[in-house]
């Protein structure tokens, strides 16, 4: 019986801590991608900083976009251990 619960937990642990991983990145991307867009709107075209933010949104932008690929595995691991 303490085997099982052991496993439980173990099983638990190992659903919930990407979870909050991936929420904590997401709540930090979030701060990022909306402070470059305020200073974006703050900045010309032709100022030397312009180019550079636009390069931190792109790939603010595509870090987001990236974690999405591993979710579709850990919902298959879930329904495959009836959960």
Same mark, same amino acid.
């Not at 990145?25 to 075209?45: K, P, Q, R």
């Not at 792109?58 to 979710?71: F, K, N």
């Given at each position: 019986?303490? *085997?099982?619960? $052991?496993?439980?937990? *173990?099983? !638990?642990?190992?659903?919930?801590?990407?979870?909050?991983?991936?929420h904590?990145?997401?709540?930090?991307?979030?701060?990022?991608l !909306?402070? !470059?867009?305020? *200073?974006?709107?703050?900045? !010309?075209d $032709?100022?030397?900083?312009?180019?550079?933010?636009?390069e931190?949104?792109?790939?603010?932008?595509? *870090?987001?976009?990236?974690?999405?690929?591993?979710?579709?595995?850990?919902?298959?691991?879930?329904?495959?251990?009836?959960?």
């Amino acid at each position: 019986m303490q *085997a099982e619960l $052991d496993r439980s937990r *173990a099983w !638990t642990w190992s659903v919930n801590w990407p979870a909050g991983v991936a929420h904590d990145f997401n709540n930090i991307m979030s701060v990022i991608l !909306t402070c !470059t867009g305020f *200073a974006l709107s703050g900045v !010309t075209d $032709d100022n030397p900083l312009h180019e550079d933010l636009v390069e931190i949104r792109r790939a603010g932008e595509r *870090a987001v976009r990236s974690p999405a690929s591993c979710w579709p595995s850990a919902a298959s691991r879930s329904q495959s251990h009836g959960r």
